[in-house]
Each structure stands twice: as structure tokens, then as C-alpha cells.
């Protein structure tokens, strides 16, 4: 009978470590998933901008030498230098607008490129309100030149913008994808020791990072950070885990719709992490159940039950404490963890 219990529990354990690996590589496929998401929306964004940069560097280069040919007086030379200083002054600082009043800039700054005889004015008034360009800067910037020279001069001018402007895509896009990468590189705490000083809140952002694809549709994230919270001792990638369980889980419990609350504080030799959705909340009945093994609330092949089992056995291992109060519309996770692991 002994040797039968013994097998039938050496049996489930096996059972236990197999599933528990089998939900790692399911939260890692998802992540993957997610991460080629997110790195495919700036990489096409990059590869747009920069076939369209090429175009317009033609375009610029044919209206340059047609600005450098026509007849201007030492005057007029003198008026498109200032073109070209107010254009890096402007690129430096675009004009933030509501969708209404840029729409009634445009409207009129296109009329007025019309009157003066300016090809395709619907397409550039908007790369020209974009830097504050809008009708009376482009009357007062312009009113040295004779009206046969406008058309060279503000086609010049809306070129120069668009060229800043592809070259700021190309650099967001370019930015995004290094943050992205630089996200998982601390997230993963690649090529470093398993035990490291933690900064608790790089960590909470992190993952924020990798789960944006799930965040960014619905899901409004409130910041509580202490601006004295310690760095503590731990596995860092394996805490990232905690994090990334319980941040999916509230944005399942939201449907991806809702607010979510991150609040860290210190307290003792600890400090505290809390993260919060207002979603249903977890019924009374099953609390206490929500960190055992394979227990889950969610439909079938939708979860298999170990995620909070993992997070709650990784602050286990931490010495730490994870504790849970739900009711519908506030549910908060709340881990503690020690500031220095313990040794021996």
C-alpha cells in the first residue's frame, strides 16, 4: 500500500512539474505572440516612412534647385534663409491642436494654397499645419516674394516639413523598437546572475511593456509608485513572472476594458506591491482557493490553473507573502517581499 501511495504521488508530482512547464511555454508563446505585435506595428511604421523619405527627398531636391534658379534680389535671398531657420525652429516644436481646430486650420490654409496657384494644396496643408504654418504665418513669411514665385517657394516649404516629419517617423519607430527590445533584455535579465538588486518599479514597467499588446485597447494603468521604494534581492526574472500572472489575469478579469492600478510602498524591511483591477471581482467562496494548483475560473483551454500557483510558490521562494481581497469592481493583489533574501 505504501509503495503504491509513494508511486501514485512521485506519479503527481510529475504531473504537477510537466503542466507547470507546459503553462511557462504557454505565457511564453503568448508573450512572443504579443512582442511580434508590437515590434511589427514600428517596423512597418519604420519601412513606410522611409520609402516615402525617398520620394520626398526627390521631390526636395527638384524644388531646391528650381528655388535656387528663380530671379530673387538680395532681399528675397535674405527671406529664404529665414524660411530655412523658422523651418528648424518650428520642426523643433510642433503644434499639438484638437481635431477640430486643426481640421478648420487646414480647411483654410487649403483655400489659401489654392488661390495662389499651389499643386496638390490638399496634400501639403496638413504637413504645413503641423508645424504652425497655418495661412497668416505663410502670408507675413512670404510677403517679399513676387506672386509667380509662390508656388516654388511654399511647395519648397511644405517639402522641407514633410522631409522632418519622415525623418521623425523613422526615428519614433526606430525608438520603439529599441525600447521593446530593451524591455525584454531587463525583463529576462539576460546574460545575468539569477540573484539581483531588483528596482521593483523597472520591473512592474517591463512587463508593461511586454503586455501592451493586451493593455492598449481598453485598459487605463494608474501609477502609485513610492519615490523612495529600496531595491531588494531577488530572482528577477522569476519575479517578472509574478508580475506578468497577475497583471493577464486582471486584464482577463476586465475583458480588457477597465482600470488598472499599480501601488508600491515601503514597509519595514519590505516593501509592498499592489495591483488592482476593477473588474468582477473573485466570488467569496473560491479566494481561497486561487492559488492552488490547477484551479481556474476560466473556460476550458482558456487557462489550466497554475499561473497564480506559479506566482504564489515564486514569492514562497522569495519569503514573501501574496495576499488577495476581491469584491466586485476593486480586486487587489498584494505581494511583500523582503528587502534581502535569506541565505543558507
Excluded at 124 to 136: H, K, N
Excluded at 140 to 168: E, G, M, N
Amino acid at each position: 500500500m505504501l509503495a503504491l501511495l509513494h508511486t501514485f504521488n512521485v506519479r503527481l508530482r510529475s504531473t504537477e512539474a510537466m503542466l507547470r512547464q507546459s503553462e511557462k511555454m504557454a505565457s511564453l508563446g503568448t508573450l512572443a505572440a504579443g512582442l511580434a505585435h508590437e515590434l511589427n506595428n514600428p517596423a512597418a511604421a519604420v519601412q513606410r516612412s522611409s520609402g516615402q523619405l525617398r520620394d520626398a527627398l526627390a521631390e526636395w531636391q527638384t524644388l531646391t534647385g528650381q528655388l535656387d534658379a528663380l530671379p530673387l534680389d538680395p532681399r528675397q535671398h535674405e527671406a529664404v534663409h529665414a524660411l530655412r531657420d523658422e523651418i528648424v525652429k518650428r520642426v523643433a516644436a510642433p503644434v499639438s491642436l484638437d481635431p477640430l481646430t486643426r481640421s478648420d486650420r487646414e480647411s483654410e490654409l487649403q483655400e489659401w494654397l489654392e488661390r495662389c496657384a499651389i499643386e496638390q494644396a490638399w496634400e501639403s496643408a496638413p504637413t504645413l499645419i503641423t508645424f504652425g504654418f497655418d495661412a497668416r504665418a505663410l502670408r507675413d513669411l512670404t510677403k517679399d516674394f513676387a506672386r509667380d514665385h509662390l508656388p516654388v517657394v511654399i511647395q519648397w516649404l511644405a517639402a522641407s516639413c514633410a522631409l522632418y516629419a519622415l525623418t521623425d517617423e523613422v526615428r519614433m519607430g526606430a525608438e520603439r523598437m529599441s525600447e521593446i527590445v530593451k524591455a525584454v533584455k531587463s525583463y529576462a535579465y539576460l546574460d545575468q546572475a539569477p540573484i539581483q538588486e531588483v528596482d521593483v518599479h523597472e520591473g512592474l514597467e517591463n512587463t508593461l511593456v511586454i503586455l501592451r499588446h493586451k493593455l492598449q485597447a481598453g485598459v487605463a494603468v494608474t501609477r502609485d509608485y513610492a519615490p523612495d521604494l529600496p531595491r531588494i534581492e531577488a530572482y528577477a526574472s522569476e519575479l517578472n513572472q509574478v508580475w506578468t500572472n497577475i497583471i493577464d489575469n486582471a486584464v482577463d478579469a476586465m475583458r480588457g476594458q477597465g482600470q488598472l492600478t499599480l501601488r508600491t510602498h515601503p514597509e519595514g524591511n519590505h516593501v509592498v506591491v499592489e495591483i488592482a483591477d476593477d473588474g468582477p471581482g473573485i466570488p467569496p467562496e473560491i479566494q481561497a482557493r486561487i492559488f492552488d494548483p490547477f484551479f481556474t475560473t476560466k473556460a476550458p483551454g482558456s487557462g489550466t490553473g497554475m499561473g497564480l500557483h506559479i506566482a504564489y510558490n515564486i514569492i514562497q521562494r522569495h519569503y514573501g507573502q501574496i495576499r488577495v481581497t476581491s469584491r466586485p469592481g476593486a480586486t487587489w493583489f498584494q505581494v511583500t517581499l523582503p528587502l534581502q533574501l535569506k541565505r543558507g
